[in-house]
């Protein structure tokens, strides 16, 4: 079956620093794969979707230049949280769909706490 | 505005009876409607999408129904198991703008004891 693989599972960050979580997808090709931020207790936000070679598109009150996306090759995409705060501290998760008619595919989430 | 509901209290059940959860949505009208299980720490896990069209669909143990007269969803667990224990949410496509973007309930979290 389809697999989506995040990296890495769980970091832990100094206020003001920089943290970059990587999604791949290791069996098929995401020409689109989605952002997702959970706070506890809360359901997933749909942050960006990140389109391979091309611009991410971001949904209302996220802020671009604070989410850097990339998405370089068909297999990967990449969420830059730039000067973390510890109000950025939330579960990330991405997800992709495998081409056809298919549902979402998600990583198991990146645990980000600022401190 | 466009919502989806689910409810937020936990469900509590005992093993081998059947969980039943809801989804609810507001002033819209989806082509279909899905259902993930989270399991705390981890990402969703896709178990079931049913059509407008359609009014229920089995997967082994799971039902889900579609009333888009009602704008409502249930979805069944039978003969419940422990491992059942998980929250389960509902998502919706095209609130967002776009079909291809999922919106999710704030999910229900099923407890099966023993």
């Known amino acids: 079956g389809a697999v989506v693989s995040q990296h890495p599972s769980w970091v832990i960050c100094k206020s003001g620093t920089s943290v970059k979580i990587e999604c791949r997808s290791l069996d098929f090709q995401a020409t689109t794969m989605f952002w997702y931020r959970q706070f506890p207790k809360q359901s997933l936000m749909l942050m960006a979707t990140?389109?391979?070679?091309?611009?991410?598109?971001?949904e209302q009150g996220v802020e671009k230049d604070k989410f850097l996306i990339n998405h370089a090759s068909l297999t990967l995409s990449t969420l830059t949280v730039t000067s973390a705060h510890p109000e950025d501290s939330s579960f990330y998760i991405c997800?992709?769909?495998?081409?056809?008619?298919?549902?979402?595919?998600f990583g198991n989430g990146t645990r980000l706490t600022v401190t | 505005s466009q919502k989806i509901e689910q409810n937020s209290e936990a469900l509590n059940i005992q093993e081998g009876k059947t969980a039943t959860l809801t989804c609810n949505y507001t002033?819209?009208?989806?082509?279909?409607l899905q259902w993930y299980r989270q399991d705390p720490g981890r990402g969703p896990v896709f178990l079931l999408l049913i059509r407008e069209n359609e009014k229920e669909k089995r997967k082994e143990r799971l039902k889900v129904t579609f009333d888009t007269t009602l704008k409502q969803s249930l979805f069944h667990i039978t003969a419940s198991q422990p491992a059942d224990s998980a929250t389960y949410l509902c998502?919706?496509?095209?609130?967002?703008?776009?079909?291809?973007?999922?919106?999710f309930g704030t999910g229900t979290r099923l407890q099966v004891t023993l």
């Open positions: 998502a919706l496509p095209g609130l967002t703008g776009t079909a291809s973007k999922l919106t």
């Open positions: 997800s992709a769909r495998p081409p056809g008619y298919s549902p979402l595919h």
């Open positions: 990140s389109n391979e070679g091309s611009k991410a598109t971001y």
């Open positions: 002033n819209y009208s989806p082509a279909y």
